[in-house]
């Protein structure tokens, strides 16, 4: 591999892999190691390959040194430690709100960030465990899923900090986090890693929640559907009254006293068509009245024109 080729190849972390401060930088540091290692350029790094002068280089009459050489010219190992310092600038997401300066040699940059994110700080850590042995599982609000994940977020953010728990306690901080209505199907849970209490509790979760879940849906979809069908029987009877109260006839006598539920050859009023055939409650109610109404030519006239009993010698002439 030439020093030319790794200028051009200054690798991109994925994002998770970025530092952008305690919870990336494990995963940032690994990356790092490993690509400066692959390239050989580990000196670099950890600065085991000091940078020659040019009064006190001796330049061989020969071909470039390789890459991981101790004794490089002085071009080659400014060319080799830039490299370096790229890998490490080029993947923090805010190099100088983390407080790098792109001048700076790599080996100086990597001894700032090792004893900034690597120092214990004690309060930090005990925040850290406090906060994953406190998670509690909720499946009312919460799927199994999401707990999981939110379980191995805190507990990769206690190991970034520098604190320690291994699987086994993990293991158990899980099992721990169950609600207390779970506390019988928890008293032996298969397998001795966090992953197998994981796959348990995914089907316990399925088991339990899920057909709950169904039994649910169920029943809010019978209840909807029934608020459905009243809601559209009230329409219904409603159209109806409304259809009816529109059709409802109207007599055009007019010494008619009600008007209104019938027509002219049913009006028991005078000029109707069922004239003198009212019951005794309606003729002691509307008979005088009807009666004694006074009537116009032109009423006595539209009346008659439209009463069955009507005969032409009762027509007034004009």
Known sequence: MSSGNLILNVPTFPEASQLSGQDTWRAFKDRVDLQVQVRGLKGYLDGSIPKPTSATYVYPAQTPSSVDSHFPSPGEWIQ???MVALIIYLNCTDPVGIGIEKDDSAHKTWQYLVKKYEARDEQWIHLADTALRAQKYNPKTTTMEEHEKKMK????TLHNLGGLCNDYQ???IVIASMPESWKDYILNVPGIFST???TYLHHLYLDKVGRHA????DYIKDKVAALVAQHLASLG???TAASVKRECPICINPVCPT????????CWAKGGGAEGKAPKS???KHGTKAAASSTSPIDVYVGSSYSPKGSESEMMPF
């Open 80 to 82: 080799r430690e830039r």
């Open 153 to 156: 977020n805190l507990l990769k």
């Open 170 to 172: 993990f293991r158990l």
């Open 196 to 198: 197998d209490v994981f």
């Open 214 to 217: 169904e039994s649910t849906d």
């Open 237 to 239: 009877t409603g159209t």
């Open 259 to 266: 008007k209104v539920r019938h027509t002219i050859d049913r």
């Open 282 to 284: 309606w003729r002691d």
